[in-house]
């Protein structure tokens, strides 16, 4: 099946840092999606973005299927962004979606 | 408003116990999915239901059922069989079923633990 790799595993920035996540995956998708989940465990849907390029406030994120990576950049970091990022990608008729082990984001005041 | 409504938050299960966990959506979604999610993990795809009275099995459905008897509810009953049940289960839904892409949207989850 589909491997998902993120990276880095784990991110300590500053408050007002700016960050770059990265998500390889091994195989065409017709479904990618960026999640952010927070502390209390809530999944956080961010983008819906199997290829382009969107952007939401301080969140942008570039998927490039041809080369089967996806990024997702954050600016201006602050501390309710802590928590962990996950990439999920789908490349079925159906919309199941492989997850990868997430990148850990702690941001200090 | 909209959305995927999960319960009970936490939930606690003696050895030998079948227990259910409730997944209610009300956004008219067709498909729904249960995933389980370890610590330091990410979500593993457990059972998912593409329309009403029919679902299939994920990558780690052993020890669980599900049932699809309502558009709206999708229901998951850990079974005894499942020997280590201690995690963090995530429900979602998504539409259309029938092709097209479709973004899934998830519930609060709910903790379940081992006494």
């Known amino acids: 099946g589909i491997q998902v790799e993120q990276s880095p595993p784990d991110l300590i920035l500053q408050e007002g840092a700016n960050s770059t996540l990265r998500c390889n995956f091994s195989d065409s998708v017709n479904n990618l999606q960026w999640f952010h989940q927070n502390p209390w465990g809530q999944l956080i849907n961010l983008f819906y973005?199997?290829?382009g390029t969107k952007q939401n406030g301080r969140l942008s994120a570039t998927t490039v299927a041809t080369e089967r990576y996806s990024l997702l950049y954050i600016s201006s970091s602050q501390t309710t962004d802590s928590g962990v990022y996950f990439c999920?990608?789908?490349?079925?008729?159906?919309?199941?979606?492989?997850f990868g082990t997430g990148t850990r984001l702690l941001v200090s005041p | 408003d909209g959305g995927i409504t999960q319960s009970p938050k936490y939930l606690f299960r003696k050895e030998g116990q079948n227990v259910t966990l409730s997944c209610e959506q009300n956004l008219n979604h067709d498909a729904m999915y249960w995933y389980r999610q370890d610590p330091g993990q990410g979500l593993r795809l457990i059972y998912y239901s593409q329309i009403v009275n029919d679902f299939q099995k994920g990558d780690i459905a052993e020890g669980y059922s599900v049932s699809r008897e309502k558009k709206e509810s999708f229901p998951l009953t850990v079974t005894s069989a499942q020997k280590n049940p201690t995690a963090f289960y995530l429900c979602a839904s998504s539409s259309p079923a029938r092709g097209g892409n479709q973004p899934q949207h998830f519930g609060d989850g709910t903790r379940l633990s081992i006494l």
């Open positions: 999920a990608v789908g490349n079925t008729g159906f919309q199941k979606l492989v």
């Open positions: 973005i199997p290829s």
